[in-house]
């Protein structure tokens, strides 16, 4: 049974940091893409960043040079350091993981099966 835990949410200043990790149980991370997502209220799921099974790793061009992700097969956990955030930054972020259908669908939340149940992201 797959699970997904976030933590490391809160609130914070615009130009501040903050990072985000998840914990993953159940599955190895060499056998699912996993990537972060994140909704605002009245907005769509968004992607925001992901690795994928040859470890490549996707941003969402909003974020890019601001966020960045590391995989630690070893401990499970997969981390999204945040830095410069923006109040547009504020959502619910959640770790997902999954199997899309082309390296192109990698930031596409459709795609995933399994998610955490998100950690609030507040920007002022």
């Known amino acids: 049974h797959v699970q997904l835990v976030e933590s490391g949410g809160g609130s914070v200043q615009a130009g501040g940091s903050l990072r985000l990790s998840c914990a993953a149980s159940?599955?190895?991370?060499?056998?699912?893409?996993i990537g972060w997502f994140r909704q605002a209220p009245g907005n769509e799921r968004e992607g925001v960043a992901a690795?994928?099974?040859?470890?490549?790793?996707i941003y969402a061009n909003s974020v890019k040079g601001r966020f960045s992700v590391s995989l630690d097969q070893a401990k499970n956990i997969f981390d999204l350091q945040m830095n410069n955030l923006k109040p547009e930054d504020t959502a619910v972020y959640y770790c997902?993981?999954?199997?899309?259908?082309?390296?192109?669908?990698?930031?596409?939340?459709?795609?995933?099966?399994?998610w955490g149940q998100g950690t609030q992201v507040t920007v002022s």
């Open positions: 997902a993981a999954g199997h899309p259908r082309s390296e192109y669908r990698v930031l596409s939340s459709s795609d995933y099966t399994y």
């Open positions: 159940g599955y190895t991370y060499s056998s699912y893409c």
């Open positions: 690795v994928d099974i040859d470890n490549s790793t």
